[in-house]
């Protein structure tokens, strides 16, 4: 069985999680929205999961192809959106779906490029998105430093407590559903945030790259005229 397909397997198991009514998974949602500076753009979402971001961009996009890897992904993505019309759900692996060079206004990624070979996906983006396109990417990053020690045990307890107040509980999951996240969890790797702001500044030049809440960095970059 390849990484892909382990990832694949792991995902669809992850996508028979019930949503809830707070998660630190799409906290940063509205960030993305209110940051999107390209009008109407046709846009390229890498790593969709069950469609929700997808879905909150149509209120800014023309129209959204929206990719993952996980079938079981994208089977309840299309239950939960798949009358919206903008959004174009497509199962497959990015790495070897065929996209056309500047083809697209805005590409957008969520918590997926840590799964991916990251100096290949700036490389895509750059390949990819049209002159003056916009690129919008945020995943988690390797805590390595005392303030991002700091950062992480804040985040815990913020996310604590909107898990109580939003799911009535302090996790977020069941302990079966942890322990699906578990599973998945033991294969996941961060990288060094210095690794992913020189790789980035190597590829995709004047990008901009800071941490943020929850485990997390945010990097935009808007591909020179």
Known sequence: MTKEDELRNEFNEI??????????NHFHYKYILDHIEVLNPLCLEI?????ELANQLTQKCQHIDAIDLSP????QAKYNFGDNRKINFICGDISTIHLEECSYDLIISKDAAHHIDFEWLCNLVNRVLKVNGQ????DFYQLTTFLDCINSFTSTVV??????VYNGRISEYTKAEKEIWKRHEMNDIFMP?????????????????????????????RKPM
């Open 159 to 164: 996310d604590s407590v909107c898990n109580l």
């Open 135 to 138: 690129f919008i990417l945020i």
């Open 15 to 24: 996508s028979t999680i019930p949503e809830k009514k707070w998660s630190h």
């Open 72 to 75: 079981g992904m994208i089977k």
């Open 47 to 51: 790593g969709c999961g069950k469609g």
């Open 193 to 221: 945030f210095q690794n992913i702001k020189r790789i980035s500044s190597q590829t995709l030049r004047s990008s901009t790259i800071d941490k943020t809440f929850f485990w997390r960095y945010i990097l935009s970059w």
